[in-house]
């Protein structure tokens, strides 16, 4: 005798398996009056950032959210050529030279913005003891315990800072790490994590943490219940200890709707695009006639002297260095 | 007798993992892959120490897990008492806490010298898969018989003989099922070990993002990913093989309606404090900004507050993450049932295929994402851009949850009924309807939990393949804790203590029909 319950529920499974292979081809695809713009996760310009665009020329925008930086240049270098999207926003100069080998991009990036990753004081927590400025100041005595930086192997500030060190200390940079170790900094694998365990204004037990030169107009905006006009800052930047990251937005090689997909670069370098920037990426515009906001012009500090390194550097050294780097620091 | 072969149910399931996870990973291994540096990969330190760390924190955390949570679950699956249901969704709603907030109340209940230690991430472990133990063993010790063990006692055996006897030799296979479940996701563990084990301790799954991601490796990483996937299912065949499938003495469920004795219940709060604890603590800072109290948090999650540079719908949000977690689990749920007949009989050849099954345990987020994006990138096969990638990304996680929940529950159901049944004259639906699925509710709803579970809470493959107007809570989380700022934090916890609620209330509503 044989059981045969077993048709029914094979019937069923199959059914399940066409519904989900029929369903499947639903999305919208780019088409002339609706271009798809690959960016990574934290980038969310206000609602209604694009209508002056979509007036203009016709053309709506979608969003396709592509994880990190990192994680957004190795999928598109693994599909160069036939991109999931048209325009590509926000390959940073530590990552924009493999962008560039890989070939992802039709003809050169443009600069859309930029930043700078520098070491954030907690003002309260800090007390009577001076604010750090340079480098070096964080390997003196009374700092030491207080820092903490994110591993760069896992974080694209940690890497920006450790990139910072190298140009600020060329081959000696080993040794100013070193130091650091010796005076007790603390590695932590993400910014989320450094600033919002470790740091003290969040409880943590370090009152310096790696972050942006545009954390403390965040503070401000953010703060609850909010500060009252002309407040002093709650957090400071130790100003020469900035490494300045770039951005970059480029038209994807492969992308059936070049043309469209340009004039959309050129409304993300634009000013109406660029002065929604500060307040919402917390980044400057790099184009110069888009406006500074009150709260950037009040509490984010004018960064004079910053490091940087040709981006051919970075690609060719980043697996040497952060190898390195662990050799040193996390042993 | 013979039965007629089952072979055919586990077709839906094989071809889910063809097409989530083997056929992916094939091709993005011959595309990627340089010979070179097959041998060479290895001889890293980073990816040594990742090998072996691996390795021995896993081993660890499941020997944790396992102690935890075998007396939990006889308690749990023998008696009724107050508030058993709301312990059961407890228990389950630890699988979707976003680690970023659990890894904040971890660090805030644990003592200073264990930050950032192994033990600290054995115990996280343990507090993440007690419920696989749970929802694993728990059915199956639900369904014996009281007699066995009345039986015992009258003859004289002591509490611990009857342990060692009846009790342990019954739920053996499952105990083995949720222990190797339970390894697996302690030898892939990413979010945990990375928040709590700081940056010296990096499991293989942290070192193949590592590559592909910051290195540009992806060559190393796609070796790594195919050695990650050998070894488990190696691991996971000898595992299966060794095992053979004991007969289960069968008697409706019935919850014994004594009261709980001191020592379990004492021995139950202490677990239930364990799970409470870092839930209170992430309902408490999210109603925290850094000098008081308040509520803004939630009044800008909920659309009351209108916060400029903060741009979240969490109503879309909720609504997304429900859709995306229904349909993972409408396609998980029967694939995994229909699989587990096939792989429930011994006699079956293609028991060997239930290995393939636990496939998408064992290959990193990451890599499935990148492989995904290059395997279906051609007309009429582009899914890239089609939002139903995510769920069936999500099912295909959840394929060896639901069929490692439901193997002892269909083993236990005695084929006599069913002939039974077919000797009374009921057709091959009516037998469906009124004898297998009623047997397998516990089964169902326990396969429902999990998917809906693991689809919610799913962050790698998703961040992935998100568009902006349809992020999950989990996206929408992780980018509130992405900047500086009281109200964005205050925010970013609230919308974890939803995630966890909305869990909690679905696992709730569906295990209320288990057990009874």
């Known amino acids: 005798m044989k059981t045969q319950f077993v048709r029914p529920a094979l019937r069923a499974s199959f059914l399940a398996m066409i519904f989900l292979i029929a369903s499947s081809c639903s999305g919208t695809p780019s088409s002339t009056s609706n271009l798809t713009l690959i960016a990574y996760d934290s980038f969310l310009p206000p609602e209604g950032a694009f209508d002056a665009f979509t007036e203009e020329t016709g053309i709506t925008v979608q969003i396709a959210l592509s994880g990190d930086t990192g994680e957004m240049v190795a999928k598109a270098s693994l599909t160069s050529g036939n991109p999931e999207g048209d325009v590509m926003w926000g390959v940073d100069n530590t990552f924009i030279s493999r962008a560039i080998k890989s070939e992802i991009f039709v003809g050169d990036p443009t600069e859309v913005d930029f930043g700078y990753v520098c070491v954030n004081y907690d003002i309260a927590a800090l007390g009577e003891t001076e604010a750090p400025t340079t480098l070096n100041d964080l390997t003196a005595p009374q700092y030491k315990g207080m820092l903490v930086v994110e591993n760069p192997a896992t974080s694209s500030p940690g890497l920006a800072f450790l990139l910072g060190t190298v140009a600020a200390f060329g081959d000696n940079w080993p040794d100013y790490w070193r130091q650091l170790v010796a005076n007790d900094v603390l590695v932590v694998d993400s910014w989320s994590e450094a600033y919002y365990t470790a740091f003290t204004r969040y409880g943590g037990d370090r009152p310096l943490v790696v972050s942006y030169s545009t954390s403390p107009p965040a503070e401000m905006i953010f703060a609850d219940p909010p500060f009252p006009k002309g407040a002093p800052a709650v957090t400071g930047v130790a100003t020469e200890t900035c490494f300045k990251q770039i951005e970059y937005a480029g038209v994807l090689r492969g992308s059936e709707f070049t043309k469209q997909a340009q004039q959309l670069v050129d409304y993300l370098a634009g000013p109406i695009f660029q002065s929604l920037l500060p307040e919402s990426l917390f980044v400057y515009p790099a184009n110069e006639d888009a406006a500074l906001p009150q709260s950037f012009i009040d509490y984010a500090p004018t960064i004079t002297t910053s490091y940087s390194l040709p981006s051919e550097d970075i690609s060719q050294n980043r697996q040497a260095w952060i190898e390195q780097w662990s050799d040193i620091v996390l042993r | 007798m013979r039965l007629r072969s089952t072979s055919p149910l586990a077709i839906p399931a094989v071809i889910l993992v063809l097409i989530a996870a083997v056929i992916p990973l094939i091709v993005l291994s011959a595309s990627v892959i340089s010979g070179a540096d097959v041998i060479s990969i290895w001889s890293k330190s980073s990816v040594q120490r990742a090998l072996i760390f691996s390795t021995w924190q896993a081993l660890l955390s499941t020997a944790l897990t396992i102690c935890l949570g075998l007396p939990t679950t006889w308690f749990l699956s023998r008696y009724e008492f107050f508030g058993r249901q709301v312990f059961m969704a407890l228990v389950t709603v630890t699988f979707v806490l976003p680690t970023v907030a659990v890894g904040a109340a971890f660090l805030a209940l644990l003592p200073k010298g264990l930050h950032h230690s192994t033990m600290a991430i054995v115990v996280a472990h343990a507090f993440f898969n007690i419920s696989i133990v749970v929802r694993t063993v728990g059915p199956r010790w639900n369904s014996v018989d009281d007699r066995l063990i009345d039986c015992a006692q009258t003859l004289g055996a002591s509490p611990l003989h ?191 295929l239930s290995t393939l099954t636990i496939l998408p345990l064992a290959i990193s987020p990451v890599v499935i994402g990148l492989a995904i994006l290059i395997t279906y990138d051609f007309d009429p096969f582009d899914f890239r851009s089609s939002w139903l990638l995510i769920p069936i990304i999500h099912s295909a996680i959840a394929l060896p949850f639901v069929i490692r929940a439901a193997l002892p529950v269909v083993q236990g159901i005695p084929n006599d009924l069913r002939l039974a049944a077919a000797t009374l004259g009921a057709g091959s639906w009516r037998r469906l309807l009124t004898v297998e699925i009623p047997l397998l509710r516990p089964a169902i709803s326990t396969g429902f939990a999990f998917s809906l579970a693991m689809s919610l809470g799913e962050f790698g493959a998703t961040s992935f393949l998100t568009r902006r107007e349809s992020r999950t809570l989990p996206i929408i989380i992780a980018g509130l804790f992405g900047r500086a700022g009281e109200i964005p934090r205050a925010t970013g916890m609230a919308a974890s203590v939803v995630l966890i609620l909305v869990t909690a209330m679905i696992v709730l509503s569906v295990d209320r029909k288990s057990y009874s």
């Open chain 2, 162 to 352: 009857i342990w060692q006897s009846i009790i342990l030799p019954l739920g053996k296979s499952a105990i083995l099922s949720s222990a190797a479940l339970t390894f697996f996701m302690c030898f892939t563990s990413y979010g945990i070990i990375s928040i709590l084990g700081g940056p010296g301790l990096a499991t293989l799954d942290i070192e193949i993002y590592r590559r592909a991601v910051q290195l540009g490796d992806l060559s190393g990483a796609a070796i790594l990913a195919v050695a990650q996937m050998l070894l488990i299912v190696t691991i996971f065949f000898i595992w299966s093989r060794g095992r053979t499938s004991e007969l289960i003495s069968f008697r409706s469920r019935t919850l014994n309606p004594q009261k709980l004795p001191l020592g379990p219940k004492c021995f139950l709060f202490g677990v239930a404090a364990f799970f409470v604890a870092p839930v209170l603590a992430l309902i408490a800072s999210s109603m925290r900004t850094g000098r008081s109290w308040s509520l803004t948090g939630w009044r800008v999650l909920l659309g009351i507050q209108n916060q400029k540079g903060i741009e979240i719908d969490t109503w879309q949000a909720m609504q997304t993450s429900a859709k995306y977690a229904l349909i993972a689990a409408g396609i998980a749920l029967p694939t995994g049932i229909a699989a587990t007949y096939a792989f429930s009989h011994r006699q079956s050849a293609n028991r060997q």
